[in-house]
DNA sequence: TCTGGGGTCCTAGGACCC
DNA sequence: TCTGGGGTCCTAGGACCC
């Protein structure tokens, strides 16, 4: 009988396998992708997992040892997992009536079929994504989207079913002898503080939560975990939805890889992270109502810090790069402490409307709201011919390397992206 | 020496309205 | 004597995700 199902597929240790696509010596070997500034592991081969490796290592515990061990380090290299992250899509979603892409490397896709049908389709889909892109995924297939998620996890971690997993086709009783041994942790959508209250209920597993009664989840918890509870019974609670919801807001964030301790660097530092946020915006077509900056010390260092935080609305909507730039260093200005040293700085977009939009008078005459035309759009296409370092404003336009720059010792080339980095096979 | 970045959704509570 | 209650909007904060 034929039946509609949810299957979720993603891609095996993303960044690594991207990696690997186009080095085959990391092939094999314990290998993990870290976190801009290098300061992380954000990804882990199977074997860097085997070595006992945590995701959030900090680089700089696990150097010492790397070479001992074999193990290969990559910094993160977005715009190369970008690409390779659209290509899996595409691939992924030629056998969906429907996809909703969920996160940069998994995708949820509706299937209808009998249950040899879906699990032929589960492989039909690992082969043609090994195929077209190169990079290895696993599919959980099951009623609900939190079943599939579970079901994905059960293929990743039973290397015997191939990487399909159905839910469904499973012989009976093994999915709920597994739901029996698997905490509640392990399910999407219950985190720590969650599976810590749940305990105190005498709530540990998953199968514990499952027979809980919806109605008590609701009023202890929230609706959330509610529908958990009624995903994991079979019944359809989170709607899916093809298109991607509008941004609510827009972020660039980054630490430092030298400490800025001077009101001149910070004021370079806003210049610069203004322009790349106003830049991904104006690529959105949006602008905003508000902007928050922020920057801090570090959190492992004694004492007390510093963070500062300010929110600065707009009185018309903007796009406007200058403008933008301007009450970003006027912000930080002054709220920062003499001679704290500074590891991390952010500005913040929200308040996000389309950029296409009726424009509102600047009755007030502030002079801060209303768009200079174009501006924004002159930017982006300059960078776009002559790459992103090619033109900014004020303080952004720096021609050298500020000293605080990102650091990214192992970074791969951006082999899909630019014609000058692209991979030379020799036979 | 060195410890990520970018998001979403929900809830509670306050302000304000009628 | 009786001292409301329903509704909306906004914001801050919590929790979670990858």
């Known amino acids: 009988m034929s039946q509609d199902r949810i299957a979720l597929v993603d891609v095996n240790n993303f960044y690594v396998s991207c990696e690997r696509v186009f080095d085959p010596l990391l092939e094999g070997r314990p290998v993990v992708v870290l976190s801009n500034n290098d300061g992380c592991v954000v990804a ?73 049908q879906l699990g032929k389709t589960g492989e039909d889909i690992r082969a043609a994504v090994d195929l077209h892109v190169g990079v290895p995924v696993c599919v959980g297939i099951a009623a609900t989207k939190t079943l599939a998620k579970f079901a994905n996890r059960i293929a990743k971690q039973n290397p015997g079913l191939g990487g399909v997993c159905d839910l469904g086709a499973m012989p009976a009783g093994h999915a709920d ?78 630490s430092f890889s030298a400490p800025v301790t001077t009101v001149g660097a910070m004021e370079e530092v806003m210049a610069v992270y203004a322009q790349k946020a106003a830049a991904r915006m104006h690529d959105d077509g949006l602008r905003a109502s508000a902007m928050t900056v922020t920057a801090g010390t570090s959190r492992f260092a004694g004492g007390e810090g510093s963070f500062p935080a300010v929110t600065v609305r707009f009185p018309v909507p903007t796009q406007d790069p200058i403008v933008l730039v301007r009450a970003a260093v006027a912000a930080m200005r002054g709220s920062t402490v003499p001679g704290a040293a500074y590891l991390r700085a952010g500005v913040m977009f929200s308040g996000l409307e389309p950029a296409d939009g009726p424009e509102m008078l600047d009755v007030f005459g502030s002079g801060t709201g209303a768009s200079q035309p174009g501006v924004g759009g002159v930017l982006g296409e300059v960078r776009g011919r002559f790459g992103s370092q090619a033109i900014g404003i004020g303080l952004g336009g720096l021609a050298a390397q500020p000293g605080w720059t990102m650091k990214r010792e192992h970074s791969s080339p951006r082999y899909t992206t630019e014609w000058a980095e692209l991979p030379i096979v020799k036979a």
């Open 44 to 116: 882990r081969s199977a074997e860097a997992k085997a070595l006992g490796i945590a995701t959030g290592t900090p680089w700089f515990q696990l150097q010492a040892q790397a070479r001992a061990w074999g193990l290969m380090a990559r910094s993160s290299n977005y715009e190369l997992y970008g690409d390779m992250s659209a290509r899996v899509m595409e691939v992924v979603g030629r056998f969906g009536t429907w996809q909703e892409v969920y996160s940069i490397d998994e995708s949820f896709v509706g299937l209808t079929g009998t249950p040899e």
């Open 177 to 254: 002898a597994i739901q029996h041994r698997v905490p509640v942790s392990g399910l999407w959508g219950v985190g720590g503080r969650t599976a810590a209250r749940l305990k105190l209920m005498g709530i540990e597993t998953i199968a514990e939560l499952r027979a809980a009664d919806p109605a008590l989840i609701r009023k202890k918890f929230s609706v959330v975990l509610q529908r958990t509870v009624m995903e994991l019974n079979g019944t359809e609670c989170i709607p899916h939805t093809e298109e991607r919801a509008d941004k609510q807001q827009i972020m660039f964030s980054r």
